[in-house]
């Protein structure tokens, strides 16, 4: 079983709808990402929190914006957001800064109407 | 190998035998490379990482293999079972952005034929 919890697990919204997509992890990991995935292609990073500062923002337009409330929690707010953003986001954390080992959730999946 | 259009590059292998699941990457400063395993509706494991110093890693049933020279990464999976049917994803930290910036490559879907 993940320990990274993502909410909802599917979710359908019309383009002049305002809606959050929420990820937990109770494992102390201090480092936490939002990436995005189309089918048949690989997850493609969007964010980065680390100590709960945004420390990498890979040029995402600003209908999605992203927040930490603290060290265990990771939001993504939606808004105006367009049908070719339908996808899959994956919310994963990480423990430190010198490992690629991410753990991910299994995924919010996105229908933009 | 590389994708085309929404088509996954595939490996079809029977159970038992190994797999070697390939992968090129491009950026000649990168210094430190996973394996992640992804399940039908489920995100991204991870398997095995690797750093520019070491040329193999061995882990369970698993070997990376890198190649800096031709700038080639390889997957070997021993003794393929069914529940190792996945797509399979190389990826890299990139020289900037630090270990939080996992890029990922391409994927390969491995089917296993019981």
């Known amino acids: 079983d993940t320990e990274v919890t993502q909410t909802p697990k599917h979710l359908v919204m019309g383009m002049t709808n305002k809606k959050s997509l929420k990820c937990e992890q109770h494992?102390?990991?201090?480092?936490m990402y939002w990436y995005k995935q189309k089918a048949k292609k690989p997850p493609e990073l969007m964010f980065v929190?680390?100590?709960?500062?945004?420390?990498i923002n890979e040029s995402v337009p600003s209908r999605f914006s992203p927040e930490c409330p603290n060290s265990s929690l990771l939001n993504l707010h939606l808004h105006a957001l367009q049908p070719e953003d339908s996808a899959l986001y994956l919310c994963?954390?990480?423990?430190?800064?010198?490992?690629?080992?991410?753990?991910f959730g299994e995924g919010s999946r996105l229908t933009v109407l | 190998g590389e994708s085309v259009g929404l088509h996954l590059p595939t490996l079809s292998v029977q159970e038992g035998d190994n797999s070697i699941i390939n992968c090129a990457y491009s950026?000649?400063?990168?210094?430190?490379f996973i394996w992640y395993k992804q399940e039908s509706g489920k995100g991204p494991q991870f398997i095995i990482d690797?750093?520019?110093?070491?040329d193999k890693r061995q882990g369970q049933r698993v070997t990376v293999l890198l190649n800096k020279t031709v700038k080639h990464l390889s997957l070997q999976i021993a003794a393929t079972q069914p529940g190792d049917s996945a797509v399979y994803f190389c990826?890299?930290?990139?020289?900037?952005?630090?270990?939080?910036?996992?890029?990922f490559g391409t994927g390969t879907k491995l089917q296993v034929i019981p």
């Open positions: 950026n000649s400063a990168s210094d430190y």
């Open positions: 994963a954390s990480s423990q430190a800064q010198d490992t690629g080992e991410l753990f």
């Open positions: 494992m102390g990991h201090r480092a």
């Open positions: 690797i750093r520019s110093n070491m």
């Open positions: 929190y680390s100590y709960e500062k945004l420390s």
């Open positions: 990826a890299e930290i990139p020289d900037s952005g630090g270990y939080q910036k996992v890029t």
